[in-house]
């Protein structure tokens, strides 16, 4: 997934933090906190959350990699507290027996050889992607810097599908002010609709959000290796995220049901476009193409699955007795697809931060400028 960054985690769910390092990114990027915990709240906004969200107040704290509010090249060290850690401490004394179906439970009881649920579901949580915005926030602050904005919206919670056709460079503007972050205000009115009669039923929703790239140059990625293609890094960040299943790029699987001319972007020259004048009309492919970007918007679709965690539990098995019980039926969102689409937007931002210094890579951020333009200056 990474060529130039690497990213670690660790921590539990309701455990005492969230800690993590990131290490790869030059010296003499500008920290923005205040756009850091936008994101972080961001991420624990959404109509349909549970009530968790109320209680913690995510805030990344710097223990190393930065000095004046700049980053120093040294890995970046991250900590996350977590305010609630009564479930943490309440499951070491009674355990759980019960895996919960959908969830990494069982599995990892099998493959870890526990008889308890709880280090797996603790470890499982998507309370760990706070550290992932947080760091995807630090990728933003370097992506900003050459005018590289990472965006997303949510286009279907359940049935409900949006209908209105919003340009990528107005996304940001048209989501922020929602719980839904769709932007468009007659799909979320009938989002609202089936969320409440979801959570009335006790049962959960997934749904569908669109991450769009604008601002990159071609040439990011490669086709010469499979492991430097960029649709499939892209492609294994976003499928590492909690629930998320499934993943097209422009158009996406509609390409097979038509024939290659309805498919392809055809290419044109206009000389006034700089720095290299080639144009398309269309941006079927989502942006790239053999692994790499070709200079138009990189966008794709990201389908996450209805939540694993019911208050209607669904039935399982005791491991212990073998005999068929209740899963249990922990606190736990109606849906989160408005804060998955917040995650993938961060996951994004790391990706395409990691192929930007694999293609203009150096020690300082001043460097990476000269390198830079020293490829524009090509076109």
Known sequence: MFQRLRIQTAGESHGPALTGLLEGLPAGIFIDQ???????KERQSGFGRSGRQKIETDTAIFLGGVYKGLTTGAPIAIQIPNVDQSLFKESQTLGSQTPRAGHADLPGMIKYGFQDAVPILERASARETALRVAFGSVAECLLKEFSIQVVGRVV????VASEEKIPFSDWRKRVVSTEFRCGDLAAEEKMREVIVEAARLGDTL??????AVLGLVPGLGSHV????????RLSAAMLSIPAIKGIEFGMGFKMG????????????????????????????????????TNGEPVWFTCVMKPLSSLRASLNSVDVRTKQRAKAPAPRSDVTAVASACVVAEAMAALVIADAFLEKFGGDSLEEIRHNYKGYLSHG
């Open 225 to 232: 290796g499979w492991q430097t293609r960029l649709d499939a």
């Open 257 to 292: 049901e038509e024939k290659g001319s309805s498919v392809h972007d055809v290419i044109g020259f206009d000389p006034e476009k700089k720095p290299w004048g080639y144009v398309r009309e269309t941006n079927r492919a989502g942006g790239i193409e053999g692994g790499m």
């Open 156 to 159: 279907r919670v359940g049935s």
């Open 206 to 211: 997934g749904g569908h959000f669109q991450i």
């Open 34 to 40: 205040d756009w850091i915990q936008l994101r972080l």
